[in-house]
């Protein structure tokens, strides 16, 4: 199993939609939760961390299921400027690494 | 808002030859980080460095690969015996405490020939 798993895609959606990613991670010691993104050929920059209780940033709202081993982001009213590939990321309490998925990619159309 | 930078943009190099990449880590971050990511596949953790040591390392990390604080502003991560498969983007990432989030350079494009 990986240790980050994400629907490839790609999700074309129209400009004003709302999408919705899914993210599971096999360790169960991971303590701390990312939502990336990546334009192309360009470095990840960070969207969001999640927290346990959810939070949310402008249209952006990201969810954490912990049972479930299962974060999930939310785009309310896309943008063209939002396409680009959202990548999941964790991270174990003890550790330092970052581990990625491999990405979903978004495309926003007019 | 301050930022990690990272020289070359682009390098390109003959297999079999050693290449050194540079960062330079926000100011007053502690953690220090390289990633790499080949083309079209995911982000992958090489290696961290705290207090002037290796923190922690991947299995990719092996012997070919060494990284060093030369002063109190550059990190870099040195690639002996440079082979085709290393043909890569290099991302150095840094944060001021282990639980925060961390912040990636803008990367350098590793081309072996």
């Known amino acids: 199993r990986k240790e980050v798993e994400q629907d490839p895609g790609p999700f074309n959606v129209p400009e004003g939609a709302t999408v919705a990613f899914n993210c599971t991670y096999s360790?169960?010691?991971?303590?701390?939760f990312f939502w990336y993104r990546q334009d192309c050929r360009k470095e990840p920059k960070l969207l969001m961390s999640v927290y346990s209780s959810g939070n949310e940033d402008g249209r952006f709202t990201a969810q954490l299921n912990r049972a479930s081993q299962y974060i999930s982001l939310l785009i309310r009213d896309s943008k063209l400027s939002d396409s680009a590939t959202y990548l999941c990321v964790v991270k174990a309490g003890t550790a330092s690494k970052l581990t990625f998925g491999t990405g979903t990619r978004l495309q926003v159309t007019l | 808002e301050p930022e990690v930078t990272q020289t070359p943009s682009h390098q390109v190099t003959q297999m079999g030859q050693e290449v050194i990449l540079r960062c330079v880590p926000i100011?007053?971050?502690?953690?220090f980080y390289w990633y790499r990511q080949i083309l079209g596949q995911k982000v992958e953790f090489l290696v961290s460095f705290y207090n002037n040591e290796i923190s922690e390392k991947s299995e990719i990390f092996d012997d070919q690969f060494s990284v060093e604080r030369p002063d109190g502003s550059n990190f870099t991560l040195k690639i002996r015996s440079t082979k085709l498969e290393d043909s890569a983007m290099y991302f150095c990432?840094?944060?001021?405490?282990?639980?925060?989030?961390?912040?990636f350079g803008d990367g350098t494009r590793l081309s072996i020939l």
């Open positions: 360790n169960s010691a991971s303590q701390s």
């Open positions: 990432a840094s944060n001021g405490q282990l639980d925060q989030p961390q912040h």
């Open positions: 100011s007053n971050h502690l953690y």
